[in-house]
């Protein structure tokens, strides 16, 4: 194990590892329930256990996968926004795209994915983005998971104003984001975690996410945040009844209709997946060889891309690389065994189930939270006196908590370099390099809003 992973080369042991897979799996196991919730029998349609078995399995290989090729301490699932994008094609279709034909449109993303990757165009993505965006690609996915953390404990929620019509998108001025009431049980619960984590780190204490979360697992039973009564009538054996495996539909993915549904899995997978990548190994130090960085993030591409056609062939919307990992990292995790151990939890899942449920997001979410502090620290590496790098750095990071999206950070990141060193190269004797994968990007990323919108 050790000649395997490399261990003392990054400097790290097995105990750490396995407790920042654990720390990994903890802090993203909600997954488990979520993508049942837009996939499921109230979302897309799909059967309820084949979609538990599917992302538990198909996160559990597929993680695995990435730790014994890549080496690096990622955990991939199946993603927030694109679940949802998934749940919104089938429901909104009438009927006329069911969700097999869905599948089949991640699956061929994924190919698409794997083009890209083999032709190394996504890796160039590493030489083509200016530093300061990439350092606030780190910044904003840190505020977005301290946002999903905030959220998911309510910590943070929305005030609408009266006589707001809600059943659609909410005008900004009509609603107004504020503190949670401090009286709820979920509330207490969260806080109570977060000062558990915080005074374990200020202490120095290894594990303290996953100690944690479980400590505040333990002290919700009582509150009555923490659900155990099902645990004494819960099966504890997998079921292999109502799955979803194999059951994309190719022939209906590849009519007309579903072109432009392609285009969005595969645009918004491509930032996401870049951005999580990005942000994630630069935390645990590895592009401090930048041309070894780029070559582990290289191979964790074509992991990812091969990740999302077979997460579609298991019976899932697109798996892809988690911003959760770096709880992990944070956690000491810094090989491939940290993914290992995520992803055999993934498949142990399938036994635990009832177990790993009870965890409420009131335990989950101080982890979160503080991912989003110790994130943060790539702030101080932006140039924030050159204007031409800092405005887009600006928006990169606040657009992705802010629209609840990474890609609508990057991307208006991208615009907004793209027409400032332009500009800068047309009116002033500074002349900036612009790559010419910049202005593809540029051009990609108009033609999706102008014409498909910011899904």
Do not use: C
Not at 111 to 129: H, N
Not at 339 to 367: H, N, Q
């Amino acid at each position: 194990m050790e000649r395997f992973f490399k261990l003392r080369d990054h400097g790290t042991n097995v105990r750490t590892e396995v407790i920042a897979g654990l720390t990994t799996f903890m802090t993203m196991a909600y997954i488990l329930v979520v993508n049942n919730v837009f996939l499921g029998p109230d979302g897309a349609g799909m059967p309820a256990n084949g979609v538990f078995f599917a992302t538990a399995v198909g996160a559990g290989l597929i993680t695995i996968l990435m730790g014994l090729v890549v080496n690096v301490p990622i955990a991939l699932a199946p993603g927030m926004g694109l679940n949802a994008y998934f749940m919104t094609v089938v429901l909104s279709s009438g009927g006329a795209i069911t969700w097999q034909a869905a599948l089949g449109a991640v699956f061929i993303s994924g190919l698409i994915f794997i083009l890209l990757t083999v032709t190394k165009v996504r890796q160039m993505l590493l030489v083509a983005v200016p530093e300061s965006i990439k350092m606030a690609i780190t910044v904003g996915i840190g505020l977005f998971i301290a946002v999903i953390g905030l959220k998911m404990a309510n910590i943070v929620v929305a005030n609408v104003n009266p006589g707001t019509d809600i059943a659609g998108p909410v005008p900004g001025g009509s609603f107004n984001l504020a503190f949670g009431n401090l009286t709820h049980a979920d509330v207490i619960l969260t806080l109570i975690g977060l000062l558990i984590i915080a005074v374990l780190m200020v202490i120095k204490v290894k594990g303290a996410m996953l100690i944690g979360i479980v400590a505040t697992t333990l002290i919700g039973i009582p509150m009555g945040v923490t659900d155990v009564s099902g645990l004494s009538s819960a099966s504890w054996l997998p079921s292999f009844d109502d799955l979803t495996f194999g059951q994309l539909d190719l022939g209906a993915a590849l009519q007309v209709g579903l072109f432009e549904i392609i285009f969005v899995f595969t645009f918004v997978e491509l930032f996401d997946t870049f951005g999580t990548l990005v942000g994630t190994t630069t935390r645990m130090g590895l592009f401090k060889n930048k041309e070894k960085g780029e070559k582990v993030v290289g191979k964790a591409m074509l992991v990812d891309a091969v990740g999302v056609s077979a997460g579609a062939v298991i019976g899932t919307s697109t798996i892809t690389s988690y911003v959760e990992s770096s709880s992990g990292v944070e956690a000491g995790g810094r090989t491939g065994l940290t993914a290992v151990t995520t992803g055999i939890m993934f498949l142990l899942a399938l036994f635990i189930a009832p177990l790993a449920l009870i965890v409420p997001s009131a335990a989950t979410s101080p982890a979160l939270i503080i991912v989003g502090v110790l994130m943060m620290s790539q702030v101080r590496n932006i140039d924030w006196d050159d204007f031409l790098h800092a405005f887009p750095a600006f928006l990169t990071i606040v657009m992705m908590p802010l629209t609840n999206s990474i890609a609508n950070g990057i991307s208006l990141g991208i615009i907004s370099y793209v027409v400032l060193a332009a500009f800068s190269n047309i009116a002033t004797s500074r002349k900036v390099k612009i790559h010419w994968l910049m202005w593809v990007l540029f051009i990609i990323v108009l033609i999706r809003y102008i014409f498909i919108g910011a899904e």
